[in-house]
């Protein structure tokens, strides 16, 4: 069987979800543009660096990869232990600006995947307040928005919460005017090189439980399919959803306890 070549960019790359998202893709026989900030050895087509806080840099990345892509899989992320308004616009922002700077010229019967996280849960009862975030289409507006926030308020689940919020009011238009969808992943815990920032933000105790209730934490081997089926044309009618991938952990908590046998 002659599988097509797609254009893939996997936006974080150089580690972790993005490595293995890029290296699934280049084993494929696709070509991938592996972007990171850092200098990396990911199995890719073409490298780009580029600096995900700064929208001059992105805006410059966008001319350089040029048109006719069928995947953008944005999977860049910091965790809260980095100052909040690079969580801010690496996990949001970025995702935003790469997703309307390369719409207009995807190939039709592509698609966006965005990777947020477990850790957005409750992003349903802050629409009202995530609609003024939405609102800031740029760094300063992202900051100023920020500023009026609870500090108290994790910002990394500010940001993923975003980033759901966000993939779902543009996967309608996505779809009808550029025939690409818009989906996002949410992992639970997973074995990646950010695992102990996110043990330091969020607690080792709660992830010990999350880890307790599913038997352990996921790897990349888990996330990546996901990523990989919610891009392919087998999901050509998914558009608008987050996925949890998390081996169940989230599922129960809406609902009640989960049934014991
Ligand atoms: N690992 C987990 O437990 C977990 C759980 C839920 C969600 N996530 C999300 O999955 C995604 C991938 O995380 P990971 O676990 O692979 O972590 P990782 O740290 O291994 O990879 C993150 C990548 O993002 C890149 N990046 C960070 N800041 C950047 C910037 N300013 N410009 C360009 N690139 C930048 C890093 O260089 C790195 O290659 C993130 O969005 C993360 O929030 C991870």
């Known amino acids: ?24 893709f280049h084993g494929r026989g696709d070509f991938v543009a592996a ?60 995702l935003r600006l790469m997703a309307e700077g390369m719409l207009p010229s995807m190939r039709r019967g592509g698609a966006i995947v965005g990777v947020a996280s477990v850790a957005a849960l409750g992003w349903q009862q802050r629409v009202g307040e995530l609609a003024g975030l939405l609102e800031a289409t740029d760094r300063a507006a992202v900051l100023d928005w920020q500023a009026g926030q ?6 990394y689940s500010t940001s993923k919460q975003a980033v759901i919020v966000y993939a779902k009011r543009l996967a309608p238009t996505a779809w009808r005017e550029f025939g690409v969808r818009v989906n996002t992943v949410s992992p639970g815990p997973t074995e ?18 999350v880890k307790a209730a599913v038997g352990r934490h996921a790897t990349v081997h888990d996330i990546v399919p996901v990523i990989a089926f919610l891009g ?6 998914i558009n608008g959803q987050d996925i949890h991938v998390d081996g169940g952990f989230v599922a129960p908590l809406s609902v009640g306890a989960p049934i014991e046998l």
């Not at 069987?1 to 699934?24: D, F, L, N």
């Not at 350089?64 to 996990?91: Q, R, S």
């Not at 392919?232 to 009618?237: L, N």
Request: glycine share 12%.
């Open 192 to 209: 990646t090189p950010i695992l102990p920032d996110f043990e330091e933000s969020m607690g080792k105790d709660t992830l010990e439980v």
């Open 150 to 155: 609870d500090p108290a308020y994790p910002v």
């Open 35 to 94: 972007v990171d900030l850092r200098a990396g050895d990911t199995p890719a087509g073409r490298h780009e660096r580029c600096d995900l806080r700064d929208p001059a840099a992105i805006a410059g990345l966008l001319r350089d990869l040029g048109p006719d892509w069928d995947l953008l899989a944005y999977v860049a992320g910091v965790p809260g232990t980095a100052p909040a308004g690079d969580v801010l616009t690496v996990n949001y922002l970025g």
């Open 232 to 237: 392919s044309a087998d999901a050509g009618w």
């Open 1 to 24: 069987m002659v599988v097509q070549q797609r254009r893939v960019v996997v936006v974080g790359a150089g580690s972790g979800i993005g490595a293995a998202t890029a290296a699934y």
